[in-house]
């Protein structure tokens, strides 16, 4: 009797410290989800905030003089002359125009600093399609330097020493004037969203990136889908069970495992320098992250033809389909969303890809937009790369905004593989 | 374009035999479809088949060899002494011969006998695609007509088209095997050249990496060092500071989701969770940078701690995030075989909730658990962008995890980014060290893999 008593005991006295100990463990597991919570929300919470300003452009305006001796002296108004005439030099002379008290060569080269070199190119558009403004004096808004952009925005700090900043005094004092004349305006950030890449951050947009991304994109889906589509079926439902399967099944595990930057690898030396395709093509990009996206895509689909019921299967051999009619008429167009769901999941993985893209030379400088998928391109999360080495404090605004643009293209591929998942999911 | 207009016309005649031979098939059956063995369109596709595959051999036989072909017809027309100076220089030679032909800028003056070989270049290139149509319209039609004459009422055509298609799956899953197969052969044949020129012994236990060769042999500077141990060493120190981060991390949000969570909260947390696994590791490189390497850098000047800009605690820190997700997905579904019946024993004898899960459900579920962090050990391994862009690129062997340090997969990306002759053994190293990095991979996923099997098994 006293010995039971005693083992209560002892279990009682234990109670509190159990207890305690039961609510320390709930509290890690509380933690560690809170924990990885806060990392998520810290990640986007900062792509954001770096982010969003890159969506607005400052644009000043300017009233350009163009001068006809400048542009086409002998009057032919030819367009091999007029493409090739000192726009720059026009631009220059507004901006003097514009403040008549800067002399010194020191203070004009700063001066000539506030204008983006893009407004030369912009005025060269201008007249190349209408040279009737030869002679006439125009008024464009044309945008201004990064460095002016980055203090107009704020991230460069006016207080701070003059020799610690961009942006010298007399720099600040003229921007200042031309936001008082009002001739200094936010506007959205076209640019970026309709150029190409570019030395300078005000000139350089995604689209170059984005139509690289999509032709990749695009021979990756022509290739991976059927391919990998044709292989779950053989595997799901006409393999015999041999060790040829079983070898085939081992090496698609292992793919499905096997480090991006080692597809990189066989893209480079089976790709390019065997069959000697082009350098830099989102043909060769396709190629790789083909063959990269290939074991999602058949894991995915032969979960999708497993799911659908052998009675099916059964119904259409009983009467009279061959097992091939059975599979392409019955089996197949169950199992399609599913399919494609994985599809567009690996296709989300591919294009957010970005090293084995590396090691075939999509990180090449380019400015021009390709046209298809033999043009030398980059791609989206290669861009970022390349603009995040970059040091220019405006590009660090714009590899964030670069991001937003990603990650949005990424949310939106992944909501529509859940929506197509929740549409047309069947339960037999 | 125009092989790709030949392409389309291939298209166009393949459909015009499909429907050539369900006509014919129409006309054999005397309008008795029962008589014939396979429905309709089974002829059609038969013949269809037949007009167009071996064409299309042909034609990717030809694209296949055909540049081959024609650099060496070009390179057997160039005089003697041009011949005569090595592969080397002959193939920048080739290479202006092709921009010449492309119209892009050449390395040098343009003279007669590179116009020349350009020029028979461009003929050559003409003429080939020349009798390639015609070799492929030829054959089209040819095999088309054979089969459209043949079409019988017996003939047993599904059957036939049923066994190309089976042909077509097979060939499909094996791309799987190719694939492998080219991974090993491009990075096997690269290490061996590299091999030849550096010994293996070195490469794996020499304690300096300095991958600068020399181009001219007067030059300073570039010792070529190419031992690897502080590559390993480093991607080893950022891979464990990745998984301190992960396993606890993701271990204890799996055992919390899956035992303690009701279904709302699951509902929700879980997926959240999983945004982790998909964003773009580039993202993360930038978030190293930007975010995580400058604050690690402040606090420790805080305490006084010099931290180097490119510390590997930042890179191991956020790679760690990245793999969280991948941590707590295997484990959930490890902890989630256990079968119920050893929980309801464990709280049968009274033990409370987390007594159950540490000493019951984790020893069950712990095989399990190490073959999911195997697999994640395996992806922090190979994992490349965030280590490029916020690991250092100076080799140094340290175990601080202030300091830079590099990886594997950084020296690779250095490696071949940019410019440089294919044959150094600089630009082959990185195939060394590529074959290093998919053998460690693949035996950490083999050994994984099968310890996760052999888990399953146990309660199945």
């Known amino acids: ?428 | 374009m125009q092989l790709s207009f030949l392409l389309v016309v291939l298209l166009v005649l393949s459909s015009l035999a499909f429907y050539l031979g369900k006509k014919r098939a129409f006309q054999v059956s005397q309008g008795q479809i029962r008589n014939l063995h396979s429905l309709p369109a089974y002829y059609g596709l038969y013949t269809a088949i037949w007009c167009g595959i071996p064409a299309l051999i042909i034609f990717s036989v030809w694209i296949a060899f055909e540049p081959a072909i024609i650099t060496n017809l070009v390179v057997a027309g160039l005089p003697d002494e041009v011949r005569s100076i090595g592969p080397d220089r002959l193939n920048l030679i080739i290479n202006d011969i092709k921009n010449l032909v492309e119209g892009n800028i050449t390395s040098r003056d343009v003279d007669e006998n590179l116009q020349a070989a350009a020029d028979h270049y461009q003929s050559l290139v003409t003429t080939s695609h020349a009798a390639l149509a015609v070799v492929v319209l030829c054959l089209t039609i040819v095999t088309g007509a054979i089969t459209l004459s043949r079409i019988k009422v017996k003939q047993r055509a599904r059957n036939t088209v049923e066994k190309v298609m089976t042909g077509i799956l097979i060939f499909c899953s094996s791309i799987a095997i190719l694939t492998t197969l080219g991974i090993v052969l491009s990075v096997l044949f690269e290490s061996i050249r590299f091999f030849r020129e550096i010994p293996l012994t070195d490469f794996l236990f020499g304690l300096e990496w300095s991958p600068q060769t020399a181009i001219r042999e007067d030059q300073v500077g570039s010792s070529g060092a190419f031992g690897a141990v502080p590559l390993f060493a480093g991607t080893m120190l950022i891979s464990l500071i990745a998984m301190l981060v992960a396993v606890p991390i993701g271990l204890l949000s799996a055992i919390y989701l899956s035992e303690y969570a009701n279904p709302r909260f699951r509902a929700t947390a879980k997926p959240l969770l999983e945004i982790l696994a998909g964003i773009p590791t580039v993202v993360y490189g930038f978030f190293a940078v930007l975010i995580v390497a400058p604050a690690i850098r402040d606090a420790g000047g805080y305490i006084g701690l010099d931290v180097a800009s490119e510390s590997a605690l930042a890179a191991g820190l956020v790679m760690g995030i990245m793999i969280i997700p991948f941590v707590s997905s295997l484990s959930d579904d490890v902890i989630n075989a256990v079968p119920q019946a050893m929980r309801d024993g464990a709280y049968g004898l009274g033990a409370t909730q987390s007594e159950t899960i540490r000493k019951v459900i984790f020893p069950a579920a712990l095989p399990g658990i190490v073959g999911g962090v195997l697999l994640a050990v395996s992806r922090a391994i190979g994992e490349t962008m965030i280590v490029v862009m916020a690991a250092g690129l100076s080799a140094n062997l340290t175990a601080n995890p202030l300091e830079a340090v590099t990886t594997v997969t950084v020296q690779i990306v250095t490696l071949l980014t940019g410019d440089q002759e294919f044959d150094s053994a600089k630009t082959l190293a990185a195939f060394a060290l590529g074959l290093m990095l998919f053998v460690v991979t693949l035996t950490l996923n083999v050994i994984a893999l099968h310890v996760v099997r052999k888990y399953r098994e146990q309660y199945e």
């Open chain 1, 1 to 428: 009797m006293s010995k039971k008593s005693r083992t209560i005991d002892i279990v009682r006295a234990g109670m509190k410290k159990r207890k305690a100990a039961e609510t320390r463990f709930r509290l890690y597991g509380l933690a560690a989800i809170a924990l990885g919570l806060i990392f998520l929300s810290l990640l986007f919470v900062s792509i954001v905030a770096n982010g969003y300003t890159a969506f607005a452009q400052s644009y000043v305006e300017i009233e350009v003089y163009i001068d006809p001796d400048r542009i086409d002296p002998e009057g032919k108004r030819e367009d091999s002359v007029l493409s090739r005439a000192d726009y720059g030099g026009l631009v220059k002379a507004t901006l003097r125009e514009m403040f008549p008290e800067v002399r010194s060569r020191r203070d004009k080269r700063q001066l000539y600093r506030l204008v983006s070199t893009g407004a030369s190119y912009e005025i060269r558009e201008m007249v190349l399609e209408d040279p009737e403004l030869i002679g006439q004096k125009i008024s464009v808004w044309v945008p201004v330097d990064d460095e002016i952009d980055m203090l107009l925005k704020g991230h460069i700090d006016r207080n701070s020493p003059e020799a610690d900043r961009r942006v010298k005094d007399k720099q600040i004092a003229w921007v200042d004037k031309l936001i008082s004349e009002e001739k200094i305006e936010k506007r959205f950030n076209t640019i970026f969203f309709t150029a190409g890449d570019s030395r300078d951050p005000e000139l350089a947009g995604i689209w170059g990136a984005a139509a690289g991304s999509f032709f990749t994109l695009i021979v990756t889906l022509i290739l991976s889908f059927p391919i990998g589509v044709a292989a779950a079926v053989y595997l799901e439902e006409f393999a015999p069970q041999n060790r040829f399967t079983d070898f085939i099944e081992v090496n698609i595990n292992n793919l499905a495992a096997v480090p991006s930057i080692v597809f990189g690898l066989l893209g480079l030396a089976v790709f390019i320098n065997f069959f000697g395709m082009p350098r830099s093509a989102p043909i060769v990009g396709g190629l790789v992250l083909t063959l990269m996206t290939l074991p999602t895509i058949i894991i995915a689909s032969r979960a999708a033809l497993k799911s659908v019921p052998p009675s099916i299967r059964e119904a259409a051999l009983g009467i009279g389909a061959s097992p091939m009619q059975t599979m392409v008429y019955h089996v197949l167009p169950l199992a399609m969303p599913g399919m494609l769901t994985g599809t567009i999941i690996g296709m989300a993985q591919a294009l957010g890809e970005s090293a084995p893209l590396l090691m075939i030379g999509m990180v090449a400088f380019i400015v021009d937009i390709p046209q298809g998928a033999f043009d030398p391109s980059t791609v989206l999360p290669v861009q970022i790369y390349l603009w995040a080495d970059s040091p220019e404090r405006a590009f660090v605004e714009r590899t964030s905004a670069a991001i937003m643009v990603l990650l949005a293209f990424l949310i939106t591929m992944n909501a529509l593989a859940v929506m197509l998942r929740k549409r047309f999911e069947r339960r037999w």
